[in-house]
């Protein structure tokens, strides 16, 4: 801003500032906000979307986890049993 002012004198200051705050054509006020009305739905949409996904994440995770766990306990039995078969004949 200050190269406008420098080229223009000090009158340009009072212009440049009122650009800052002027508003632009209603129509495309109007366009710009719902422009953003629509994105900020979008925003929210994902976000929900993540929250969704991230809580199935962890369902699946948790169900693996004990799938594996359940997996593990039933290779431990016979290996239990051949260690106290073992210690029995020994």
């Known amino acids: ?10 009158s340009y200051q009072a212009i440049i500032d009122n650009l800052k705050s002027e508003c632009m054509d209603p129509e495309k006020e109007q366009y710009y906000r719902e422009q953003l009305k629509q994105w900020k739905e ?7 979307k993540l929250g969704e996904l991230e809580e ?3 369902l699946s995770t948790k169900s693996i986890l004990q799938k594996m766990d359940e997996k593990l306990d039933i290779l431990k039995q016979p290996v239990a049993h051949s260690v106290e078969d073992a210690n029995v004949e020994g």
Do not use: C, H, Q, S
Request: proline share 10%.
């Open 1 to 10: 801003m200050a190269p406008l002012v420098r080229l223009g004198g000090p």
């Open 42 to 48: 979008n925003d929210e949409k994902v976000i929900e």
């Open 56 to 58: 199935k994440l962890d």
